[in-house]
């Protein structure tokens, strides 16, 4: 009888273990799938990388993002914004480009706007910054352009905009104007991210390239930046700042990367309260703080607030990021080396003067290349015949300015061959 009991009880257990093991599976199965289901939404709400980015709207009567906080000396908007309405053609959201121009700065920023329109495959979006009377020629140059290229971007000219109550203190806080793009996540509130660069900045590879860094931010970093200096013993931030700033030689905006939801929607740690702030109410009192100790305005105050909050900058390596500072007195930016430049930042004002003849001659090469001529013919060979010529420490380090352009060109070079097939077939076709 004891026997009988026993297999009894074994073929119990049995069946219980089944009976549980189906169970887990299919529990497992169900959250599996809620999982996939919820994934997008939750890694757009948790990280800020919108899969649907919204074009910033310039509507009449709009206002910028600190409206309820400060009065502003006009709208954004009314009278004063060309807002491009071209329909998209493109499958994906376009990628997010702003700059701010003031001044002599028409022409610097055309020319860097062409090199992002000519080596990039995805669909741009403009959002051009600049005083009222460079509005009119920013539209008819970018009008004018070949409708093969005209296609890849749309565009949006804004006013020069800040807090009526400290707008010449800001606008005069470095170079004109300088500082709007600390008010880019408050003015381009719909915007989800965008990369902001100087006028004198010149894209040698597809601005997809330094795009691809939002995918790879943790989940505390909004911005990414390279480094001001490579090399300390020529550092300025570390031999002379008189103010708090990011790492050991600071770090340089003329390149960033900005993912704005999430700067709008943090909470900074600062040296000005005793609670942490949100960007909107943190860069009126930061000036005041700093305003007697800051060399270089506005990239000062972005290194003052990622000294205090250095989880939330991506640090990127210089070649995304090249300066005279890397080649001045001798090669200091080993990624370039190795990789090539695929950002020029000519500062300095190196485009325009003869102190740096590489620089300017990769910037007239691009300034004077026909859109839609030969580009090896064109734009490469004549750049690096000029190239040979320079004798400068940043001339020998020639190499670093044509590796990646070479790529960016050949790529260039069999995308208008394949348009221009196409166009040929569809004229048989007609006839």
């Not at 020319?111 to 005083?131: N, T």
């Not at 090399?231 to 960033?256: C, D, L, Q």
């Not at 003067?353 to 620089?359: E, I, L, R, T, V």
Request: charged letters at 25%.
């Amino acid at each position: 009888m004891r026997r009988y009991l026993r297999v009894l009880f074994v073929c119990t257990l049995l069946v219980f273990c089944s009976l549980l093991y189906i169970f887990n599976q299919l529990v497992s199965s169900l959250e599996r799938a809620d999982h996939r289901e919820r994934a997008p939404r939750t890694r757009a709400a948790d990280t800020g990388l919108s899969e649907r980015a919204q074009d910033d709207r310039c509507n009449s009567g709009s206002v910028p993002h600190w409206e309820p906080y400060w009065r502003i000396s006009r709208a954004v908007c009314p009278n004063h914004c060309v807002t491009d309405s071209a329909p998209r053609s493109a499958p994906r959201d376009p990628l997010e480009l702003a700059v701010v121009a003031c001044g002599s700065r028409l022409e610097e920023t055309l020319v860097m706007l062409k090199s992002a329109v000519l080596f990039s495959q995805r669909r741009l979006r403009f959002h051009i910054f600049a005083e009222d009377d460079l509005h009119a020629g920013f539209r008819q140059e970018l009008e004018s352009w070949p409708q093969r290229f005209r296609s890849k971007f749309s565009y949006s000219v804004y006013p020069i905009s800040f807090p009526s109550d400290n707008a010449r203190e800001w606008k005069r806080l470095f170079k004109p104007c300088a500082s709007q793009r600390l008010f880019l996540p408050l003015i381009l509130k719909q915007v989800d991210s965008v990369l902001y660069v100087d006028t004198d900045v010149l894209f040698l590879r597809p601005l997809e390239d330094v795009w691809s860094f939002l995918s790879r931010f943790n989940s505390s970093q909004v911005a990414a930046m390279a480094p001001e200096h490579e090399e300390p013993r020529i550092g300025w931030y570390n031999r002379f700042a008189r103010h708090p700033y990011y790492g050991k030689t600071g770090v340089n905006s003329g390149v960033m990367l900005m993912n704005m939801t999430r700067i709008r929607d943090k909470h900074f740690k600062n040296d000005l309260a005793a609670v942490d702030l949100k960007w909107a109410d943190l860069l009126m009192p930061l000036l005041h703080k700093y305003k007697l100790n800051i060399t270089w305005g506005d990239q000062d105050l972005l290194n003052i607030i990622f000294h205090h909050n250095p989880e939330s900058l991506l640090l990127i390596e210089c070649h995304w990021n090249y300066r005279p500072d890397h080649c001045i007195y001798g090669s200091n930016c080993i990624s370039a080396e190795q990789n090539g430049v695929y950002i020029l930042h000519g500062n300095r004002g190196v485009y325009h003067d003869d102190k740096q003849p590489a620089f300017r001659a990769v910037y007239d090469a691009i300034k004077q290349f026909p859109l839609d001529e030969d580009p090896v013919r064109g734009l490469l060979l004549p750049l690096e015949e000029k190239l040979k010529s320079d004798h400068t420490y940043c001339g020998r380090s020639r190499l670093v300015f044509t590796r990646r352009l070479r790529e960016s060109v050949t790529e260039l070079q069999k995308d208008q061959d394949r348009s221009r097939r196409a166009e040929g077939l569809r004229l048989t076709s007609q006839t």
